[in-house]
Nanobody, 123 residues
Framework: QAQLVESGGGVVQAGGSLRLSCVAS????????LGWFRRAPGKQREFVAA????????FYADSVKGRFTISKDNAKNTVYLQMDSLKPEDTAVYYC????????????????WGKGTLVTVSS
């Protein structure tokens, strides 16, 4: 059974950085596209970033483009989200996801979700 476990969330001041990690198990990691979503307090869930199975293609929500970087390490079954120049509006629970089809991002039905990790950016 697939399992995605996020870590790396916490409290950071505006302008700071955090790196989220997500370890996957129960799937053949290299056969899956991976992505991150987030849900801010009182708001709907939104797409953040995705990376293709090969890692050769990535794309980002406009709100994080130029500040966040998604990457993956197939040897460690891990996907990362490096978040720089954080803003208070980045405060949210961040969810790791996996899906066989890169084209399902950002709006398709995503197969697997982690339970999330909370990021709080103070002003």
């Amino acid at each position: 059974q697939a399992q995605l476990v996020e870590s790396g969330g916490g409290v950071v001041q505006a302008g700071g950085s955090l790196r989220l990690s997500c370890v996957a198990s129960g799937i053949t990691f290299s056969n899956y596209a991976l992505g991150w979503f987030r849900r801010a307090p009182g708001k709907q869930r939104e797409f953040v970033a995705a990376i293709s199975r090969s890692g050769g293609s990535v794309f980002y929500a406009d709100s994080v483009k130029g500040r966040f970087t998604i990457s993956k390490d197939n040897a460690k079954n891990t996907v990362y989200l490096q978040m720089d120049s954080l803003k208070p509006e980045d405060t949210a629970v961040y969810y790791c996801t996996a899906d066989p089809n890169y084209s399902d991002y950002p709006a398709g039905g995503i197969n697997y979700w982690g339970k999330g990790t909370l990021v709080t950016v103070s002003s």
